[in-house]
């Protein structure tokens, strides 16, 4: 069975700090996709991220950074120099890289917000 | 181009009566998700549609059904309301059933509630 979890439940940190979001994720595949999604209070999950799981190279969006180890199960993202529009609900899911696998399994979410 | 769509945005229900839920896929997508969120049980995927034909299923009862139209167009169906269905529907599209590497493009969703 596949399961990711998100043990951080609400992050608060102050305008212009560094956060972390993390995620760790159980599966027996040994190929699948890992994803990285925002939900605004519109309600609307917006798609940050899809990582290959035979890719461990970090990746860098501006202020946005992903950090994959496959040998600890990790996929964490952190957000540098944090600004109030990043105040959002943040989901990490897991994916089976299979024919016709759309099926996503989320964690819980973590509540990010972000004091001026 | 214009996102997924979902209708209608807010639903009030009486328990026992049903509801129909709508979603229009980005244009060009012709595969369509549907998810469950609540807080207690978070992101919960429903089930998920390619080329009308229902792919996968999640863990729910048999009151939740959907079909998917010729023009990729999806709806979701709910009978007998519960309480516990009170939920934000979230839909997704995505281009194609591929191997799991397209991400999913979710609507602003339809958030019922069950009085």
């Known amino acids: 069975a596949q399961k990711v979890t998100q043990a951080q439940t609400e992050i608060s940190v102050v305008e212009k700090e560094d956060v972390t979001l993390d995620c760790v994720y159980e599966t027996r595949d040994t190929t699948y996709y890992l994803f990285w999604y925002k939900q605004p209070p519109s309600g609307e999950l917006v798609f940050l991220i899809r990582r290959n799981s035979f890719d461990e190279q970090n990746e860098i969006s501006g202020r946005y950074s992903w950090n994959f180890q496959k040998s600890t199960s990790s996929f964490n993202f952190t957000i540098t120099a944090s600004q109030v529009v990043d105040s959002a609900v943040y989901f990490c899911a897991l994916r089976r890289a299979i024919q016709g696998a759309q099926k996503l399994v989320f964690g819980q979410g973590t509540r990010l917000t972000i004091n001026p | 181009k214009a996102g997924v769509t979902q209708t209608p945005r807010y639903l009030i229900k009486t328990r026992g009566q049903q509801v129909t839920l709508s979603c229009s896929p980005i244009s060009g997508h012709r595969s369509v998700s549907w998810y469950q969120q609540t807080p207690g049980q978070g992101l919960q995927f429903l089930f998920e549609?390619?080329?009308?034909?229902?792919?996968n299923k999640g863990n729910f009862p048999g009151r939740f059904s959907g079909r998917q139209f010729s023009n990729s167009r999806s709806e979701m169906n709910v009978s007998t309301l519960e309480l516990g269905d009170s939920a934000l529907y979230l839909c997704?599209?995505?281009?194609?059933?591929?191997?799991?590497?397209?991400?999913?493009?979710f609507g602003n969703g339809t958030r019922l509630t069950v009085t």
């Open positions: 997704a599209s995505s281009l194609a059933l591929a191997q799991g590497n397209s991400p999913l493009h």
């Open positions: 549609y390619f080329s009308e034909t229902q792919r």
